[in-house]
């Protein structure tokens, strides 16, 4: 339990129902493995001093997003990086090596120390890079310079060798990768960057899907079939959950070379979708589209809509073993914990601003040229948000 996040979420009215929850401690920078202060995303406590703490609270496990990549991000602005695309060597030697040191030390061994490594990139790879038309130059770049397979290839291998560390790669989510010309070819790439740098899949204990997301856990009154795939919402897509999805994508995952011992993890912490708008049951009149959009639980525009989302909830409570193949429900987003600013706003993090935070933006081609849906004033990446956990937890599936 992050005693950081703990006071954030208790600041705000009913944040003591929550604040007790594990969440993930990110550490997006440099400057943040020993820790900061005045930084919008993370406090004065660094990674020892986490580790330290964990251990006096007497946890089993603690959580860590790795997230400093060169040219992270490519496919958008708000939570780019410190780290321009070539700084690869700066990457190993002065971010990766140093965690790995503090995760090495005897003190922490009676700890799991979970690492959620580089959320947000290998799948950037697949489809937002050349010949799609959501393409961006940065993604071609880290596509051809390799740095984003090395770099996670890097740190899979460093983090792994140490004997109470579990590693989980970032899988995006089923609205990114669940068509049949992103799914295998994720998979396979995900297999070669595990394989990169001179580590191998044994580094790997799982993947985690919808990392800082929002697509529900389950529809349970959306079937896909070949019936409702031409609808708007699915838009051919072969999964319309993240539980059938991860599922589906673990066994996809083994046929690329993993283990049949790897298990998926699935953030939930804002995926809950419910509150007063959540349908009761499936909508069964009018056209295929106004059918499906009145029988999903999920109330984005688009599923291509990733940043502070209106109408969002808290979803399921973290918790292992909650179906088969899945090793755990997680919030690695900490509810509360803003995904960009909705207009632009100087800082030295080097956290630019993204229109798909504005919510007066019409939208691109990643999110089908549709508006945002996204909350008014909202702060730069990773700040604190009062207004947005406040609706998360007004939302919360199941209520608080």
């Not at 991000?73 to 060597?89: F, H, M, R, V």
């Not at 990114?176 to 790997?204: C, K």
């Not at 319309?240 to 673990?250: K, V």
């Not at 081609?365 to 945002?372: C, E, F, Q, S």
């Amino acid at each position: 339990m992050n005693p950081e996040w703990k006071a954030k979420a208790e600041s705000v009215s009913g944040g003591s129902r929550i604040s007790s929850n594990p969440t993930a401690v990110w550490i997006d920078r440099i400057a943040a493995i020993e820790g900061t202060s005045g930084s919008s995303s993370n406090g004065p406590m660094g990674v020892e001093d986490h580790l330290l703490e964990a251990v006096r609270q007497g946890a089993s496990y603690i959580q860590f997003v790795i997230y400093n990549l060169p040219g992270r991000d490519c496919a958008a602005l708000a939570s780019n990086g410190e780290l321009g695309p070539t700084e690869i060597d700066r990457y190993k030697t002065a971010y990766i090596d140093p965690i790995a040191a503090y995760q090495n030390d005897a003190r922490f061994r009676s700890l799991r120390i979970i690492n959620i490594i580089e959320i947000d990139s290998l799948p950037n790879l697949i489809t937002n890079v050349a010949g799609r038309a959501t393409e961006t130059a940065m993604c071609n770049t880290m596509k051809s310079n390799g740095n984003y397979v090395a770099g996670v290839g890097y740190a899979l291998g460093k983090l792994g060798a140490i004997p109470n560390v579990y590693n989980y790669i970032d899988a995006a989510h089923h609205g990114w990768i669940g068509w049949d010309d992103n799914f295998g070819p994720t998979a396979e790439l995900l297999a070669t960057a595990a394989r990169a740098q001179g580590s191998n899949i044994a580094n790997v204990t799982g993947f985690i899907t919808n990392t800082a997301n929002y697509s529900a856990l389950q529809e349970p009154y959306i079937t896909v079939t070949e019936q409702n795939r031409p609808s708007k919402w699915i838009d051919w897509n072969r999964y319309n959950d993240e539980l059938s999805f991860a599922q589906a994508f673990r066994s996809r995952l083994v046929q690329a070379g993993f283990p049949s011992s790897i298990g998926m993890l699935i953030d939930t912490s804002r995926n809950g979708w419910g509150g007063s708008a959540r349908p009761t049951g499936p909508r069964t009149t009018g056209t295929l589209d106004e059918q499906i959009n009145g029988s999903k639980i999920d109330r984005r525009i688009h599923k291509g809509n990733w940043c502070n989302q209106s109408g969002a909830g808290l979803g399921e409570r973290p918790r292992a073993n909650p179906a088969t193949g899945i090793d755990a429900y997680v919030w690695v987003k900490p509810p509360g914990e803003s995904d960009g600013s909705s207009t632009e706003i100087p800082n030295n993090e080097g956290k630019g601003f993204d229109r798909m935070c504005d919510p007066t933006y019409g939208g691109n081609a990643r999110n089908g040229n549709n508006a945002t849906g996204s909350l008014s004033g909202a702060p730069i990446s990773g700040a604190w948000f009062p207004a947005q956990v406040t609706q998360l937890m007004q939302n919360a599936y199941p209520a608080l």
